[in-house]
């Protein structure tokens, strides 16, 4: 009979939708590990934009303040930000992911995302 593996009870949350970090709180909050993983190095921006808008015509940029700050003030929960994801395999061991990170020059310790380095960057590049 075969032993079940012990595993560390780890979580991948791609996307930073509202959904998202409503996941990725929810499940720091209880302990997990948490990895948060988007390709968008400004969450304020994208939040902010006519996609995610509320009925009442508030974006949700503002809603989910109190959502971005609790994310960097638990230490279960590490964002990778900007990367995309290359591929995703299935094993009996779990999930293996395989992500780039692009650059951003910028001390991930530090970062509170409010977008400003974004907005200063000389340096554009096209999708």
């Known amino acids: ?5 012990d595993r560390l009870p780890r979580v991948m949350v791609i996307g930073a939708t509202p ?3 409503a996941a990725a709180n929810k499940l720091g909050e209880l302990g997990i590990a948490v990895t948060l993983v988007d390709s968008e190095a400004d969450l304020d921006k994208k939040l902010s934009c ?3 808008r509320l009925d009442s015509g508030v974006p949700l940029n503002y809603a989910h303040r109190p959502g971005l700050v609790r994310i960097f003030r638990n230490q279960n929960i590490q964002c990778i930000m900007p990367s995309d994801i290359k591929f995703i395999k299935h094993s009996p061991q779990g999930f293996m992911v395989r992500m780039t990170r692009r650059r951003t ?5 530090k970062c509170t995302l409010c977008g400003r380095c974004v907005d200063i960057c000389p340096v554009e590049i096209a999708p």
């Open 1 to 5: 009979m075969k032993r079940p593996k």
């Open 19 to 21: 959904a998202g970090i």
């Open 50 to 52: 006519e996609q995610w």
């Open 105 to 109: 020059f910028i001390d991930p310790d």
